[in-house]
């Protein structure tokens, strides 16, 4: 895969697109100076593009279990190891446990280029980090000594246990049962899809497992936390036995299991009852994190797709009049509008993930009166974060697929893995139907719509600074987002918002990537004479968005306020006549 | 797998929506009446239903290759010879030959139900299909009398040697060579992506293969057609070799071979250099049989995730209010969102397809005066066809995975193999890229837009029988496709053209495919006494497409205007910076 971390990108999305430098100003992230930020950066720039790009194409021959073990493929060990020892596990814990603090808006940088080099391994380090927030959050002090650390270290790695087959996005459904036993519990049930559930990276696993205590409230209130470790303290296994791995579309490398917990030892994080909410505490970034997953497939499959287009001869090339052939397919017109979009997407979703990981951090590190606006922010965009940079994920690689023509059928070219692999980030840690639901339900009614108000004036401030075709095209956009929200905000029945949650959740996601990308714009151009060669591809790609793309939000919002009368048109019985 | 074969839904497309009466008023289709079609249709269902859709998901299990012979799937083979024996081959084919002589219009039904049930062993038909079309056309008496009756009676197999490793979507780039040898010829070279280029459901496979002649012209001006079976006359082997079996991201089933013709023998088709020529006469079938492939997998995925939805109870479902909750996910507002747009889009792709066939069969069975204008329909909508349907497959089996949530990722449910073995069809028989320039370039400009203009008439005249909501609908999409009409006529520089080739592709796809909803939307409101439920189906089914989905040719008109400014903004360096 010839991948190299778009670092001039990335520094340049930080910047000037979602605007991080107000991150360095607080107290708590004080330490993130753009040396420091250009340090972390290139240190997993050269990692990602020299030792874990390597392991992508390999790894699709899949995780296997042997004898009751995950086997990882070959090189998983040896990436994995890299990664710990570069202490990237620990990137945004508190430094007090070991880790380094860095804001999350940092290691979202990380998590992209880790993603875009194999997304299969770096799915382990992904768990570790939502472990490490639970129980820096919500566990004992014995605990956090015993588990945290080595988890920030990197010696043992972290899994989050909460599907089984009743429970899905109905996480309230759980049966798992969790029985007091001393000073801990006995843990037993079945949880499926567990990524990295079981694996030789490491020397022990640590299960995060909701389970419900006897006499626990039925429904999500009844739902407990626990720990529970694959090796008990004294090296003797603790009844986690890995039933199988799911036979996957894509994810190969990354062993999706069904756990077996037959009274295994754990113990209590959070207070009773309110494992939900703990886990809750991390859905936020994990969610973000899922939607950086689809971001870095998108680049990855855009250098992909470019390097092909730009090597591959077919064809007598037919460049408008007066432009240069290099005799390649790149020089034919569709297939340079299929890059362009590629690259266009690709900026739309890192410039959303950078901005709500930013507003994530501000929501802690911000002056105490502004941190609810921020937290409000963050929680708002999230849902945006996760659909849209994993839509943006799935429809980036299906182009680069096309890109390839024949070639992008046949697995050796890596284009189809890239499309198989990004698939199922639509689907986990929240379907992107329950990230739609979430926005028109609890995001947009959390405080009477004035978050999706304060998207919308940015829009218009925006707007505001300039007056070129490419502002005109933002303004659009703005005024089918202004109708979608008041006509969502009108809505008493949930059924008629959710009818159109949707297109509103593309709607907002493309104002705010449309308003983003056009402050990109304003500064590249402030900025050209320094690097001629970048600012005008960044000119150029943004504008390629806005006149291009942008107006997508057009007919999503005219789907959005259309209710869902012609949803239940029919009867289920009807819909199979 | 849950497919049904929907012949309610077929026959009312063919009778209302794509309203093909007019076939069999024709001499040549006289025989095809109401009740011939619904026998053939019948029995089409019954071998979909029960005999060929329990292959599609063991078949994924894939045709090995084994000491240089193609082994295919459990099952295959006697699914193939279920297909023989009923005289499927030769649906279309001259009934002095021994076909049934039937439209391209029922044998586009027939394919999609085929496509449908199990797409991986449809292509074999489809391919032998095409060769009976080719040998009809072009071959000799001789040659016609050995092999096109066994081709159609399905003793034998064909297949389509186009490609190889440097010439693609540029056929004329082909090398492989043709030596006369008395009346004959010896073939040497190597194909690639030749679909079921080998295999054991035949005693014999009959090649048709493009070749250069010595001291032929260069390009595709020297390039001849010959027919080379796999076995000659006295059951000796005739040089063909299997090399090597693809390994594709789906269509396992179907084995996508690279053959070398080592001397191997075989007859001229048609004139010396005139192969390219002989191919045409059947591309447009081909293009229309590809885009039948994607409805066909769009119906299939329809059906199945209907199925599922139905089924799968998870989290308290809000329905709107008065509607009837049954527990199961699809009273979720978004799930039926889903399934309305996959209902939807399945039945606007049937429209455009089995309106581009009966377009081709009355280019032959029209009225002498009539058949130009005909055959400039069929010209014009193939591209549509091929490229709208495929995208149609795409996008709904797609949609298809996320009603299955986690599942969908799973390959045990078939939603996830829908996803993978439909891709190819946006690839092959001309990328739909390819389908796009052809649009823009040939079929825009053979007529002066004359067909494009008759397109939108057809629309305006639809326009003027109602003043419902779902007419306004179609009016918005009329609007924007004529406008789009307008600016790509005023291009000279085909370059402009070609960078909204695609957009503009989808304007008119959506066009037609509105134009022919609304007609149908009108015929069951006519029909709706008869059958209360289905009627209520078309109707809610169509006006879905029309408020929902159509506007989407809004947002592509704005991109299809832009021309290609942005697409060349960047060189290929200043791309990759």
Not at 100 to 128: K, Y
Not at 311 to 333: F, L, Y
Not at 552 to 558: C, D, G, L, M, T
């Amino acid at each position: 895969m010839p991948y190299t971390a778009p670092l001039k990108d990335i520094r340049f999305c930080l910047d000037h697109v979602a605007d991080t430098g107000c991150l360095a100003e607080t107290e708590l992230f004080a330490e993130a100076t753009p040396e420091t930020v250009d340090a972390v950066l290139g240190e997993m720039g050269k990692l990602a593009t020299e030792t874990l790009a390597p392991l992508q194409r390999p790894g699709d021959a899949g995780s296997k279990l042997e004898n009751g073990r995950v086997r990882t493929p070959d090189g998983y060990k040896q990436g994995y190891e890299a990664l710990a020892e570069g202490g990237w596990m620990g990137l945004a814990a508190e430094a007090e446990m070991g880790g380094m603090g860095l804001p999350l808006t940092i290691q979202t940088a990380v998590n992209e280029m880790q993603a875009s080099a194999c997304l299969s391994l770096s799915l382990c380090p992904l768990m570790t980090q939502g472990s490490i927030e639970a129980l820096t959050a919500h566990a004992s002090g014995a605990l956090q000594e015993k588990y945290l650390t080595r988890l920030i270290s990197g010696e043992w790695a972290g899994t989050m246990n909460l599907t089984e087959p009743q429970a899905g996005s109905d996480v309230g459904a759980l049966k798992t049962k969790a029985e007091p036993d001393g000073d801990a519990y006995r843990i037993s049930g079945q949880k499926i899809y567990i990524s990295w559930g079981d694996h030789d990276l490491t020397d022990n696993i640590v299960h995060l497992v909701l389970a419900r205590l006897p006499d626990a409230p039925s429904g999500s209130k009844g739902i407990s936390l626990f720990l529970v470790p694959k090796y008990l303290e004294d090296g003797s296994e603790n009844g986690v036995k890995t039933v199988s791995l799911e036979h996957k579309m894509g994810l190969h490398g990354s062993p999706t299991c069904v756990l077996a917990y037959e009274g295994s030892k754990g113990w209590l994080v959070g207070e009773e009852n309110r494992g939900l909410a703990c886990m809750f505490t991390m859905m936020n970034n994990a969610r973000l994190g899922v939607g950086v997953e689809g971001l870095g497939v998108a680049e990855a499959a855009t250098q992909h797709a470019l390097a092909y287009a730009a090597d591959r001869v077919q064809g007598k090339t037919s460049p408008p009049e007066g432009g240069t052939a290099t005799g390649a397919i790149i020089d034919h017109p569709d297939v340079r509008r299929m890059l362009m979009e590629m690259k266009a997407r690709t900026e739309a979703a890192r410039a959303i993930c950078y901005d709500t990981a930013k507003a994530l951090d501000m929501a802690r590190a911000a002056p105490e009166g502004d941190r609810k606006a921020w937290a409000a922010r963050g929680a708002f965009l999230t849902p945006l974060a996760k659909a849209y940079g994993t839509y943006t994920g799935m429809e980036v690689s299906e182009i680069g697929v096309q890109v390839h023509g024949g070639m992008g059928f046949i697995e050796e070219t890596g284009a189809a893995q890239f499309y198989r692999d990004v698939r199922v980030t639509a689907i986990y840690e929240g379907t992107n139907g329950i990230q739609a639901a979430d926005l028109v339900g609890r995001k947009l009614s959390m405080d009477g719509g004035e978050t999706a108000r304060s998207i919308l004036n940015e829009a218009e401030a925006e707007i505001a600074t300039a007056q070129t075709p490419m502002t005109r095209n933002l303004a659009a956009v703005h005024e089918a987002a202004e109708d979608a929200t008041q006509w969502m905000l009108a809505q008493n029945d949930m059924a008629e918002r959710l009818a159109g949650s949707n297109a509103y959740l593309m709607v907002m996601s493309t104002l705010h990537a449309a308003t983003l990308l056009h402050r990109g714009l304003r500064a590249a151009e402030a900025h050209m004479a320094d690097d001629p060669d970048f600012y005008l591809a960044k000119i150029a790609v943004a504008s390629y968005y806005l006149a291009h793309i942008a107006p997508e939000a057009i007919s999503y919002a005219i789907s959005a306020k259309l209710g869902s009368s012609l949803h239940y048109a029919l009867t289920p019985e009807q819909m199979a006549v």
